[in-house]
């Protein structure tokens, strides 16, 4: 006999553990289906900015290898900047130990986490959904969310398509130079078009990638060169991974069934960082479902919320995405001589987000500007 649940989360990452979480304190019962077992690894670059770890409503502390307090920005044909900041502007962490971490908060509210239960079939039917996995278990769910990441099987059912931009990670064993400079990262803007690549110091190894926001085939390529420009060793992992960025393709979900984080394609389409929409789609789900109960009235109102927040920030980001690595030689040449600017973009970005950025600079100016622009 299939065991009925309220709520069943496909998927124990970011999204898929804190939803978990917010529900099961609140006193819902929620199994959690995992493919995997923790400790599992996600190709991540593992930056987490302080605007998505104050979405966390515990203790994340503990698995923090490095606090940024200095960037070297490579921009077209201007000198290398040094960016410096008197506090942290993101954490560095290690998905494997970040998520483990997610998955046991979710776990020690009281969420039914299960692991190795790879969720292979979706079924909706009439008052309820049918969930099965590769074992043959069948679970019946009043709702059910796809926190299934990029290649989610759940967002399939809604009808989203797979995403079409990747980026590519790999762990490095650092160099000399590299040694001492746990609170330094490498943002290279020149290491491909319409991307960047990166290196984020963890505890052990450098975490170096480069992710693209045009769809591109050469990804190995632009990366082989940026390790090689940076004077980086070849790595002793590399993993590549769709990026799911927020666009045309977002899809929230329907009928019973809500799609957070990557399965929903929320990652930023101006910076790639995706940790804060998984948090804020998962926050944004428990609301919606703490309002209007396990059912359709609770996808409408998460699709309401979403819409009205993080979807908002990303359609303003898309467009600035868009005209920022267009013009990056031209945007390059002014910042060289004004770090400063960058310096106080990257706090908005990174601690306020858009929203922050369109109080501050007026955002009828921008979108009237940006939307002018490209229309
Ligand atoms: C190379 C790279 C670097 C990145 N760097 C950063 C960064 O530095 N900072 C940042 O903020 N973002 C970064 N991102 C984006 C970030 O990794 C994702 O946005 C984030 O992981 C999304 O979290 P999620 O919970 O939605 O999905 P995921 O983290 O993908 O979690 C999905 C979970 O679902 C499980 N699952 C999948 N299918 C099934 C199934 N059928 N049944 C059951 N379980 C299933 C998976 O095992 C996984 O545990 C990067 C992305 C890439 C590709």
């Not at 170096?208 to 940026?226: C, D, H, K, P």
């Not at 960082?273 to 009235?297: P, Q």
């Amino acid at each position: 006999m299939k065991s009925s649940w309220p709520v069943i989360v496909v998927g124990a990452g970011p999204a898929g553990a804190l939803c978990a979480c917010s529900l099961a304190r609140a006193g819902l019962s929620v199994l959690l289906l995992e493919k995997t077992h923790f400790p599992r690894e996600k190709p991540c670059g593992g930056g987490l900015t302080p605007k998505a770890a104050a979405l966390l409503p515990f203790s994340f502390q503990s698995v923090v290898e490095g606090e940024v307090k200095r960037a070297i920005l490579c921009l077209p044909g201007v000198e290398a900047l040094e960016i410096n900041w008197d506090r942290p502007v993101c954490f560095l962490v290690r998905r494997e130990i970040l998520d483990t971490h997610l998955a046991e908060q979710a776990r020690q509210a009281g969420a039914f986490l299960r692991e190795g239960e790879e969720v292979v079939r979706i079924e909706e039917t009439g008052e309820a959904v049918t969930v099965t996995t590769a074992g043959g278990a069948s679970y019946r769910a009043q709702l059910v969310i796809g926190a299934d990441g990029a290649l989610s099987r759940v967002a399939r059912l809604v009808g989203r398509p797979y995403p079409r931009h990747f980026a590519l990670a790999a762990a490095l064993i650092p160099p000399p130079a590299w040694a001492e400079k746990r609170d330094t990262i490498l943002i290279d803007l020149e290491a491909l078009p319409y991307g960047y690549g990166w290196v984020f110091p963890k505890i052990d190894h450098l975490n170096a990638g480069v992710g693209s926001f045009a769809a591109t085939r050469e990804l190995r390529f632009y990366w082989e060169n940026f390790l090689r420009r940076n004077g980086l060793a070849r790595p002793f992992r590399l993993r590549a991974h769709p990026l799911a960025l927020a666009g045309k393709e977002t899809e929230l979900g329907r009928g019973r069934v809500m799609l957070l984080g990557d399965a929903a394609g929320l990652v930023d389409p101006l910076t790639g960082e995706g940790l804060y929409a998984a948090f804020r789609s998962a926050e944004l789900a428990a609301r919606a479902i703490l309002e209007k109960g396990v059912g359709e009235r609770a996808v409408s109102r998460y699709r309401e919320l979403v819409k009205a927040s993080l979807l908002r920030e990303y359609h303003f980001a898309y467009r600035l995405a868009r005209l920022f690595y267009r013009f990056l030689p031209l945007i390059a040449r002014y910042f060289s001589s004004r770090p400063e600017k960058i310096r106080y973009f990257w706090e908005f970005l990174f601690f306020g987000g858009y929203a922050e950025l369109f109080r501050r600079v007026g955002a009828r100016y921008w979108e009237k500007l940006l939307c002018g622009y490209l229309n």
